[in-house]
């Protein structure tokens, strides 16, 4: 009896040791269909991630070469003005020319104008002066 019962209890443990290995077997399978899958999306996110960084390296190069045009258009901007200020285009000549022009005119106006009445009132004192003799 005592041997039958070692006997019966080394048949369970011997059971449950197949069921443990049979579960750590199963376990391992399922482990590693979990850490398979957990692996598989870790390397989608990196993916995911380094195509991020490309597009967003891809807009800051984008936006720096804007900013660069645009720098270069406000100081070729500058440029032109600087060239114009040291040689005006003709058109620009002309004009302030003619502005010179309508300038000196009304200066010479008011001159002349000046010059008159100073030669009209000299010429009305002789008179008046000729009456006195």
Same mark, same amino acid.
């Given at each position: 009896?005592? $041997?039958?019962?070692?006997?019966? /209890?080394?048949?369970? %443990?011997?059971?449950?040791? $197949?069921?443990?290995?049979?579960?750590?077997?199963?376990? /391992?399978?399922?482990?590693?269909?979990?850490?398979?899958?957990?692996?598989?999306?870790?390397?989608?996110?990196?993916?995911?991630?380094?195509?991020?960084?490309?597009? $967003?390296?891809? @807009?800051?190069?984008?936006?720096?070469? %804007?900013?660069?045009?645009?720098? @270069?258009?406000?100081?070729?901007?500058? $440029?032109?003005?600087?060239?114009?200020?040291?040689?005006?285009?003709?058109?620009?000549?002309?004009?302030?020319?003619?502005?010179?022009?309508?300038?000196?005119?009304?200066?010479?106006? /008011?001159?002349?104008?000046?010059?008159?009445?100073?030669?009209?009132?000299?010429? %009305?004192?002789?008179? %008046?002066?000729?009456?006195?003799?």
């Amino acid at each position: 009896e005592e $041997e039958r019962e070692k006997e019966e /209890e080394r048949e369970k %443990e011997e059971k449950e040791r $197949e069921k443990k290995e049979k579960g750590e077997k199963e376990g /391992e399978g399922r482990g590693s269909k979990e850490s398979g899958l957990d692996a598989l999306v870790a390397l989608l996110l990196e993916e995911e991630r380094e195509e991020r960084e490309v597009e $967003e390296n891809e @807009e800051k190069e984008v936006r720096e070469n %804007e900013e660069e045009k645009e720098v @270069e258009r406000k100081g070729k901007g500058k $440029e032109d003005e600087a060239t114009n200020a040291l040689n005006p285009p003709e058109h620009l000549l002309r004009s302030s020319a003619e502005i010179a022009m309508e300038i000196a005119a009304e200066f010479m106006e /008011e001159i002349l104008t000046q010059a008159l009445r100073t030669i009209e009132a000299r010429e %009305e004192e002789e008179e %008046e002066n000729e009456r006195f003799r």
